[in-house]
């Protein structure tokens, strides 16, 4: 059957698709979990019963008792981004003393996007971060992403990535290596707090954290920014962390990190904020590397924290254009 | 989660989650890119497509067809859905039902040969959403008529009358466009 000239345009057209590859990527990673029906599915699903009964007294402790009410617990909860997910954190309570330093992990706190662990040291001290190390019960290692840590009272928090699979949806029992730490201390003359010389020793801790489930949010409108379309993916929420794919087609990740010239450092050309109901900044991260690059733009992976249910407002600022959108989370 | 796809096919052959998106992620981003009104909305309904096939795999049944004829309904319904949400969001303002098609060869090879790709996806992209549904299935994944009409739930001779009068409109809009630059 031969084709007139529309149809051959039609057939043979230059269309700018998705990327196969990232799409196939993020739908196998969305995926439910994996499920076979079988000839032995009664059997199947009473041993599998069985099986999940003993994987959660396995990895889930206790359902985290409010670690708000151990003392000093709210601030430690607040400073790690985890206020919303209070009943959520693991307590933990493993405890390890070497040459003079106790440390204790008071809880733990696991989600598709961080793993946070909550920490106390006696005397303040922060981990020799090269010697630490986070596995899980394959031995698998988790990078770590940000510390914190307060030398008053000796808090420290660890943010490292999130679980693997299948750790991710079962939840892990994690082991926390320390082979050195710093004493942490006021130096006076300074006027800051400073790290002392390396202090050798061992300290073990384990956890068994439960995963924090994340939800799916309605996805925001597509909006223009000047001359820049931005556009989101699919956004999610567990009750600590909020995060959403944000698409500026058309402009590199290169042009999205310029500066708009001030005199002084310059001002950053784009920006993106997460904004809490009360008006507060909870931005965690967002990161702009070669990886960023899609071929039609950048794609800009927004984490924030979330504390309350309510209102959230992602701005997306370039080139002193802004473009907010309302993520409603419960 | 797989399906045994065997219609069609000399050996049965075992259809996992990853395996759909290797074989068909390329041709539901193409659908996409043609039904959608922008790439960000693309990205997101080829997204949508598969995800609901992944989750669909056990129900596929090789009595009842073939695989490829089950994923593009999936597919299409996920369309549908996606512009029933935009149309609900407001985001539809434009409508071609006030055109009537007709057909002017010579006019609409003078238009096609000044016409970019670009250009083209444009008009289609505002062609109502079940003419670019069977625009993308006829031409963007080169089924034939019977096939298309079996994603959209037509007769194969229905299927071939709707994608004519979704090219009429097609080509009423480049003439105008033409008309009127």
Same mark, same amino acid.
Request: with cysteine.
């Given at each position: 059957?031969?084709?007139?000239?529309?149809?051959?345009? =039609?057939?043979?057209?230059?269309?700018?698709?998705?990327?196969?590859?990232?799409?196939?990527?993020?739908?196998?990673?969305?995926?439910?979990?994996?499920?076979?029906?079988?000839?032995?599915?009664?059997?199947?699903?009473?041993?599998?019963?069985?099986?999940?009964?003993?994987? /959660?007294?396995?990895?889930?402790?206790?359902?985290?008792?409010?670690?708000?009410?151990?003392?000093?617990?709210?601030?430690?909860?607040?400073?790690?981004?985890?206020?919303?997910?209070?009943?959520?954190?693991?307590?933990?309570?493993?405890?390890?003393?070497?040459?003079?330093?106790?440390?204790? =992990?008071?809880?733990?706190?696991?989600?598709?996007?961080?793993?946070?662990?909550?920490?106390?040291?006696?005397?303040?001290?922060?981990?020799?971060?090269?010697?630490?190390?986070?596995?899980?019960?394959?031995?698998?290692?988790?990078?770590?992403?940000?510390?914190?840590? @307060?030398?008053?009272?000796? @808090?420290?928090?660890?943010?490292?990535?999130? =679980?693997?699979?299948?750790?991710?949806?079962?939840?892990?029992?994690?082991?926390?290596?320390?082979?050195? /730490?710093?004493?942490?201390?006021?130096?006076?003359?300074?006027?800051?707090?400073?790290?002392?010389?390396?202090?050798?020793?061992?300290?073990?801790?384990?956890?068994?954290?439960?995963?924090?489930?994340?939800?799916?949010?309605?996805?925001?409108?597509?909006?223009?920014?000047?001359? /820049?379309?931005?556009?989101?993916?699919?956004?999610?929420?567990?009750?600590?962390?909020?995060?959403?794919?944000?698409?500026?087609?058309?402009?590199?990740?290169?042009?999205?990190?310029?500066?708009?010239?001030?005199?002084?450092?310059?001002?950053?050309?784009?920006?993106?904020? =997460?904004?809490?109901?009360?008006?507060?900044? /909870?931005?965690?991260?967002?990161?702009?590397?070669?990886?960023?690059?899609?071929?039609?733009?950048?794609?800009?992976?927004?984490?924030?924290?979330?504390?309350?249910?309510?209102?959230?407002?992602?701005?997306?600022?370039?080139?002193?254009?802004?473009?907010?959108?309302?993520?409603?989370?419960? | 989660?797989? +399906?045994?796809?065997?219609?069609? %096919?000399?050996?049965?052959?075992?259809?996992?989650?990853?395996?759909?998106?290797?074989?068909?992620?390329?041709?539901?981003?193409?659908?996409?890119?043609?039904?959608?009104?922008?790439?960000?909305?693309?990205?997101?309904?080829?997204?949508?497509?598969?995800?609901?096939?992944?989750?669909?795999?056990?129900?596929?049944?090789?009595?009842?067809?073939?695989?490829?004829?089950?994923?593009?309904?999936?597919?299409?319904?996920?369309?549908?859905?996606?512009?029933?949400?935009? %149309?609900?969001?407001?985001?539809?303002?434009?409508?071609?039902?006030?055109?009537?098609?007709?057909?002017?060869?010579?006019?609409?090879?003078?238009?096609?040969?000044?016409?970019?790709? *670009?250009?083209?996806?444009?008009?289609?992209?505002?062609?109502?959403?079940?003419?670019?549904?069977?625009?993308?299935?006829?031409?963007?994944?080169?089924?034939?008529?019977?096939?298309?009409? %079996? *994603?959209?739930?037509?007769?194969?001779?229905?299927?071939?009358?709707?994608?004519?009068? +979704?090219?009429?409109?097609?080509?009423?809009?480049?003439?105008?466009?033409?008309?009127?630059?």
């Amino acid at each position: 059957m031969s084709l007139d000239p529309l149809e051959q345009r =039609l057939t043979h057209i230059e269309l700018e698709t998705p990327d196969p590859g990232r799409v196939s990527a993020r739908v196998l990673t969305l995926r439910p979990k994996a499920r076979r029906v079988s000839v032995f599915r009664v059997p199947a699903v009473g041993l599998g019963t069985i099986a999940l009964a003993l994987a /959660v007294l396995y990895f889930v402790p206790a359902a985290a008792a409010a670690l708000a009410g151990v003392p000093g617990g709210g601030d430690l909860l607040r400073e790690a981004g985890l206020a919303g997910a209070a009943g959520k954190v693991t307590t933990v309570g493993a405890v390890a003393e070497s040459s003079g330093y106790r440390i204790t =992990l008071v809880g733990a706190y696991a989600d598709s996007e961080r793993t946070v662990l909550l920490l106390r040291t006696s005397p303040s001290a922060t981990p020799d971060f090269a010697t630490m190390g986070l596995t899980d019960q394959f031995g698998r290692s988790y990078p770590m992403q940000s510390g914190s840590s @307060d030398g008053r009272t000796g @808090d420290l928090i660890l943010q490292f990535d999130p =679980l693997g699979w299948p750790d991710g949806t079962t939840g892990a029992r994690v082991t926390l290596r320390l082979n050195s /730490v710093h004493r942490f201390a006021y130096d006076s003359a300074a006027r800051d707090w400073r790290n002392g010389p390396p202090v050798a020793g061992t300290w073990t801790l384990q956890a068994s954290i439960g995963i924090d489930e994340a939800v799916t949010l309605a996805t925001p409108s597509a909006g223009q920014l000047g001359g /820049v379309t931005c556009t989101f993916g699919a956004a999610r929420a567990s009750a600590a962390t909020i995060v959403i794919d944000v698409y500026m087609h058309g402009v590199t990740p290169d042009q999205l990190e310029q500066r708009i010239p001030d005199g002084g450092k310059g001002l950053p050309v784009f920006q993106l904020l =997460l904004i809490d109901p009360s008006g507060d900044v /909870v931005t965690q991260s967002y990161g702009l590397s070669p990886a960023s690059q899609t071929s039609d733009g950048t794609v800009i992976h927004l984490v924030g924290f979330r504390s309350v249910p309510g209102n959230y407002t992602v701005r997306v600022v370039y080139q002193g254009v802004e473009l907010d959108r309302v993520l409603r989370v419960p | 989660m797989e +399906a045994v796809l065997s219609a069609g %096919q000399t050996q049965p052959v075992t259809l996992t989650a990853e395996e759909l998106c290797r074989r068909y992620s390329a041709s539901v981003c193409r659908f996409a890119a043609i039904v959608a009104p922008n790439t960000g909305e693309a990205e997101d309904l080829a997204q949508d497509a598969l995800l609901r096939a992944i989750r669909a795999i056990d129900s596929y049944d090789p009595r009842r067809g073939t695989p490829e004829a089950w994923l593009w309904r999936i597919v299409v319904n996920a369309s549908r859905d996606a512009a029933r949400r935009r %149309q609900r969001m407001g985001w539809l303002i434009d409508r071609i039902g006030l055109i009537t098609p007709r057909e002017t060869d010579s006019v609409e090879t003078l238009a096609l040969e000044k016409l970019r790709d *670009a250009d083209l996806v444009a008009h289609l992209r505002r062609l109502p959403e079940r003419d670019r549904a069977l625009l993308a299935l006829r031409y963007g994944l080169g089924l034939d008529t019977g096939e298309a009409g %079996q *994603a959209v739930g037509l007769s194969a001779d229905s299927a071939g009358k709707a994608i004519r009068r +979704a090219l009429a409109r097609l080509r009423a809009r480049l003439e105008v466009s033409f008309r009127e630059p």
